[in-house]
T-cell receptor
Framework: SQQGEEDPQALSIQEGENATMNCSYK?????LQWYRQNSGRGLVHLIL?????REKHSGRLRVTLDTSKKSSSLLITASRAADTASYFC??????????FGAGTRLTVKP | GAGVSQSPSNKVTEKGKDVELRCDPI?????LYWYRQSLGQGLEFLIY????????KSGLPSDRFSAERTGGSVSTLTIQRTQQEDSAVYLC??????????????FGNGTRLTVT
């Protein structure tokens, strides 16, 4: 079973625009992680936000976390064509293993 | 090695044959995960190892699927009597998991399995 759900499923924007992706999860967490996947490759970790944090920044990435709503958002500012990829959120499930959502496919048009 | 290594990168097999997929995690990583990803879809959890033991096997789709890990390192995922619906990319990931805390996962590039 999947732990998280991302929305939208697909997002298409122009270069320079901001992209916002959302993630909802089901159980309590100690942290939430966002990953990126380029076509035909494995996932790469982008950023981790702890359950006691509300916002975190890394370069052009901004992540927010609302534990009361069990939701998180990933904002990519000033997007580039190279940001085209699928983005997944992940949380710990049953204190054992990491479960991923279905992902958001982002297309940034040059 | 520098990262998680999976082999083969591509595998084409006939329906009914058995296949074995291999994952070499990052040295020292105690946690190892297998996921399956169908085209354009999310990651389906298969199995998780902590050391050599698998606390959670609930994700294995059927009894045709099995996995083992030896020496707390290399893992193999075996699919017996493959079916066409087994066609997917099989991803392996590892992490230095400690109890109650989940650090980021490091993924291999996957094995693309095609069952004809």
């Amino acid at each position: 079973s999947q732990q998280g759900e991302e929305d939208p499923q697909a997002l298409s924007i122009q270069e320079g625009e901001n992209a916002t992706m959302n993630c909802s999860y089901k159980t309590s967490i100690n942290n939430l992680q966002w990953y990126r996947q380029n076509s035909g490759r494995g996932l790469v970790h982008l950023i981790l936000i702890r359950s006691n944090e509300r916002e975190k920044h890394s370069g052009r990435l901004r992540v927010t976390l609302d534990t009361s709503k069990k939701s998180s958002s990933l904002l990519i500012t000033a997007s580039r064509a190279a940001d085209t990829a699928s983005y997944f959120c992940a949380t710990l499930y049953n204190n054992n293993d990491m479960r991923f959502g279905a992902g958001t496919r982002l297309t940034v048009k040059p | 090695g520098a990262g998680v290594s999976q082999s083969p990168s591509n595998k084409v097999t006939e329906k009914g044959k058995d296949v074995e997929l291999r994952c070499d995690p990052i040295s020292g990583h105690t946690a190892l995960y297998w996921y399956r990803q169908s085209l354009g879809q999310g990651l389906e959890f298969l199995i998780y190892f902590q050391g050599n033991s698998a606390p959670d096997k609930s994700g294995l789709p059927s009894d045709r699927f099995s996995a083992e890990r030896t020496g707390g390192s290399v893992s193999t995922l075996t699919i017996q009597r493959t079916q066409q619906e087994d066609s997917a990319v099989y991803l392996c990931a590892s992490s230095p998991l400690s109890q109650g805390w989940n650090p980021p996962l490091h993924f291999g590039n996957g094995t693309r399995l095609t069952v004809t």
